[in-house]
Structures are given as structure tokens and as C-alpha cells.
């Protein structure tokens, strides 16, 4: 059972930086992408940044530039790191990652974030103006 726990969380002011970091462990098949989700209330959960372990990232456009996804493969450590950091950045940020057969094949390229099937606890992150 693949466990994922973050920290780095915590509060603000606009402008200012934050460093998530997600323990992972557990993987029954190679580990092969992870990633960072956030959600705020009464939203749906939505993908940031993804990184497989060979290094490839995706981004969604309103991120990219001020959002950085990181790992340290040898200790299963992933990493985002946040910049700029603005009010509507308030969220819950999720560390996520893929555990199945043929996902280090597959998603080499490129992880789709609707194939995320693990997730953490949750971080919150909250940004004042």
C-alpha cells in the first residue's frame, strides 16, 4: 500500500514562498509518476504538476513559472516548490502519485493526472493579502 505523507504547509503573505514535501513509500510496482493536487472548498480537486522518475514534468499553464515539482529519487522525496505565492493559491495541496502495472512504461512521456491513484493526507496552504 503505497503511503504518502506531506508537510511544508502553512501561511503566507502574497508574494512570499513555500517548499512542500511529500514522503513516499509502499510502491508495489516501479515507481513511475507523482505529483501535486490542490482543492479548494466546494471545488474539484485539480492537478498542478506531475513528474515521472526519469525527470520528464507537465505543468498546467497557470502554474508553470511560478511552480516548481522536484523529487530526490534515492529517498522517494518529492518536492514542489512555490513562488509568488497569491490569495487564490489557498488550498489543500495533495501529494499524489501512480502505482500500477505498466505505469513506469506508459507514462514516461507524460503523467496524466486522471490516472493518479494514491494520494496523501492533504497540507493546507494559506495566502493572505
Known amino acids: 500500500q503505497v503511503q504518502l505523507v506531506e508537510s511544508g504547509g502553512g501561511s503566507v503573505q502574497a508574494g512570499g514562498s513555500l517548499r512542500l514535501s511529500c514522503t513516499a513509500s509502499?510502491?508495489?510496482?516501479?515507481?513511475?509518476?507523482m505529483g501535486w493536487f490542490r482543492q479548494v472548498p466546494g471545488k474539484e480537486r485539480e492537478g498542478i504538476a506531475s513528474?515521472?522518475?526519469?525527470?520528464?514534468?507537465a505543468y498546467v499553464d497557470s502554474m508553470q513559472g511560478r511552480f516548481t515539482i522536484s523529487q530526490d529519487n534515492t529517498n522517494d522525496i518529492l518536492y514542489l516548490q512555490m513562488n509568488s505565492l497569491e490569495p487564490e493559491d489557498t488550498a489543500v495541496y495533495y501529494c499524489?502519485?501512480?502505482?500500477?502495472?505498466?505505469?513506469?512504461?506508459?507514462?514516461?512521456?507524460?503523467?496524466?493526472?486522471?490516472?493518479?491513484?494514491?494520494w496523501g493526507q492533504g497540507t493546507q496552504v494559506t495566502v493572505s493579502s
Open positions: 509502499g510502491f508495489h510496482y516501479a515507481r513511475s509518476c
Open positions: 499524489a502519485a501512480i502505482d500500477s502495472a505498466g505505469a513506469y512504461s506508459l507514462y514516461k512521456y507524460r503523467c496524466p493526472f486522471h490516472k493518479f491513484n494514491y
Open positions: 513528474i515521472h522518475t526519469l525527470g520528464n514534468t
